[in-house]
């Protein structure tokens, strides 16, 4: 089958809320972008039950209704959105391609929001009771609805054991399920000393899942002892999973830059190991993840994509001068000295009309000087036939500019 091919300037993998705001800001800027998004626009953020620690819904918000408002915010700047899973995907060069079962979608930029999954028991009816039927991820975010009720947390880790702790702020009881011996815990001993001094934690040793019981919601954690096998059935309110977390990178291995749990490394500008393919959310490695997070990063990531598409065609436009004759001037705006030197370069435009001369203030945005592989400014670079000849860092003059285009 021969796929066809389309063009846009952002192509955004994953509709949660990373994705969704970086779309907001790219569909602002009067980018050409597309959402793609697998399974349902809004991730895993919808099949939160209420969201109590988003800024600005001061009554909370279902996560469902919190990510409906962004996907409507996204189609009103004209971000378009197809559900279908990615299945490759070509990075390397000026023109990205993303590619579905049946399309090919070609881009500027990317940016990655493919989130994550948390790991599951693998035990019996599992499935049956995810998310707002009684099994859990977050703490932090269903925590409010535990208020009063009996919980378990299935883990022992630094993540298990503090979000236990969290717990008890609302829960009456918090039993966790700990597969290690008696005293034996994943979690640093700081947290450990904390969780065993806590009269609302009760532990239960030597512990797996063996099933999960209710009707529509559940209500027994069904334990095996792993010395003795006993089944050991446990009533509860909500179950609390907190044995790590899958980010969905499979497709970015050996191509993007991650750490040993998968996650994919990004600087402070959301920017991948590859110019113009930037990741967000819970894809990336993070200290927090939250909606509230992942809003910053979709917001730096979507800005920092506006500004690599425009400086991508200024580059290839303007300062390679497409073949002719170019000489670029760049400088820092709060250089007062960097500024006197303005009127210098626009003079020797104005009389060597076949010359362009471009003067590139890198104080908001360093994106072309890092293309030039200029680290520090002012600085002169002067391009010829489509290849820097020169830069030159030291003293600008009238006469050293003469000197170097010649």
């Given at each position: 089958?021969?796929?066809?091919?389309?063009?846009?300037?952002?192509?955004?993998?994953?509709?949660?809320?990373?994705?969704?705001?970086?779309?907001?800001?790219?569909?602002?800027?009067?980018?050409?972008?597309?959402?793609?998004?697998?399974?349902?626009?809004?991730?895993?953020?919808?099949?939160?039950?209420?969201?109590?620690?988003?800024?600005?819904?001061?009554?909370?918000?279902?996560?469902?209704?919190?990510?409906?408002?962004?996907?409507?915010?996204?189609?009103?700047?004209?971000?378009?959105?197809?559900?279908?899973?990615?299945?490759?995907?070509?990075?390397?060069?000026?023109?990205?391609?993303?590619?579905?079962?049946?399309?090919?979608?070609?881009?500027?930029?990317?940016?990655?929001?493919?989130?994550?999954?948390?790991?599951?028991?693998?035990?019996?009816?599992?499935?049956?009771?995810?998310?707002?039927?009684?099994?859990?991820?977050?703490?932090?975010?269903?925590?409010?609805?535990?208020?009063?009720?009996?919980?378990?947390?299935?883990?022992?880790?630094?993540?298990?054991?503090?979000?236990?702790?969290?717990?008890?702020?609302?829960?009456?009881?918090?039993?966790?399920?700990?597969?290690?011996?008696?005293?034996?815990?994943?979690?640093?001993?700081?947290?450990?000393?904390?969780?065993?001094?806590?009269?609302?934690?009760?532990?239960?040793?030597?512990?797996?899942?063996?099933?999960?019981?209710?009707?529509?919601?559940?209500?027994?954690?069904?334990?095996?002892?792993?010395?003795?096998?006993?089944?050991?059935?446990?009533?509860?309110?909500?179950?609390?999973?907190?044995?790590?977390?899958?980010?969905?990178?499979?497709?970015?291995?050996?191509?993007?830059?991650?750490?040993?749990?998968?996650?994919?490394?990004?600087?402070?500008?959301?920017?991948?190991?590859?110019?113009?393919?930037f990741a967000v959310g819970d894809v990336r490695d993070k200290y927090l993840k939250q909606v509230a997070t992942a809003?910053?990063?979709?917001?730096?990531?979507?800005?920092?994509?506006?500004?690599?598409?425009?400086?991508?065609?200024?580059?290839?436009?303007?300062?390679?001068?497409?073949?002719?004759?170019?000489?670029?001037?760049?400088?820092?705006?709060?250089?007062p000295q960097a500024r006197e030197l303005l009127p210098v370069f626009k003079e020797y435009e104005q009389e060597h009309?076949?010359?362009?001369?471009?003067?590139?203030?890198?104080?908001?945005?360093?994106?072309?000087?890092?293309?030039?592989?200029?680290?520090?400014?002012?600085?002169?670079?002067?391009?010829?036939?489509?290849?820097?000849?020169?830069?030159?860092?030291?003293?600008?003059?009238?006469?050293?500019?003469?000197?170097?285009?010649?």
């Amino acid at each position: 089958m021969t796929k066809k091919t389309e063009s846009y300037d952002v192509v955004i993998i994953g509709g949660g809320a990373a994705g969704l705001t970086a779309g907001i800001y790219c569909g602002r800027a009067k980018l050409k972008t597309l959402i793609i998004e697998k399974t349902l626009v809004g991730g895993l953020a919808t099949y939160t039950n209420e969201i109590e620690n988003y800024p600005g819904f001061p009554d909370g918000a279902t996560g469902l209704g919190l990510m409906d408002l962004f996907h409507k915010q996204a189609k009103k700047f004209g971000v378009e959105f197809k559900l279908t899973d990615v299945k490759s995907v070509s990075l390397a060069g000026d023109m990205k391609q993303v590619e579905t079962f049946r399309t090919i979608y070609q881009a500027k930029a990317v940016i990655i929001g493919s989130g994550g999954k948390p790991r599951l028991t693998g035990a019996k009816n599992e499935d049956l009771y995810l998310y707002d039927k009684g099994i859990s991820f977050c703490a932090t975010c269903d925590a409010a609805a535990n208020t009063g009720k009996t919980v378990m947390v299935i883990g022992s880790g630094d993540a298990a054991i503090e979000e236990g702790i969290f717990l008890t702020k609302f829960a009456d009881k918090v039993i966790v399920s700990v597969m290690h011996e008696n005293g034996k815990m994943d979690c640093n001993e700081i947290a450990k000393a904390q969780a065993l001094s806590n009269p609302k934690m009760e532990f239960l040793w030597n512990t797996v899942v063996d099933r999960f019981e209710g009707d529509e919601r559940l209500h027994t954690v069904v334990l095996k002892n792993l010395k003795t096998e006993e089944k050991i059935p446990v009533s509860v309110d909500s179950c609390f999973l907190f044995i790590g977390y899958l980010p969905n990178t499979e497709l970015f291995r050996d191509i993007l830059d991650m750490n040993r749990g998968g996650y994919l490394i990004t600087n402070e500008r959301m920017e991948t190991n590859i110019p113009g393919v930037f990741a967000v959310g819970d894809v990336r490695d993070k200290y927090l993840k939250q909606v509230a997070t992942a809003v910053g990063d979709g917001a730096v990531a979507g800005y920092g994509a506006e500004k690599y598409v425009s400086e991508s065609e200024i580059f290839e436009k303007q300062i390679m001068n497409e073949g002719r004759p170019s000489l670029v001037y760049l400088y820092n705006a709060i250089d007062p000295q960097a500024r006197e030197l303005l009127p210098v370069f626009k003079e020797y435009e104005q009389e060597h009309g076949d010359l362009r001369v471009s003067c590139i203030d890198i104080y908001k945005s360093d994106g072309i000087a890092k293309r030039l592989d200029v680290e520090n400014t002012p600085c002169m670079v002067w391009i010829k036939e489509s290849r820097i000849m020169e830069k030159y860092y030291g003293e600008m003059t009238r006469d050293r500019i003469l000197d170097i285009c010649r």
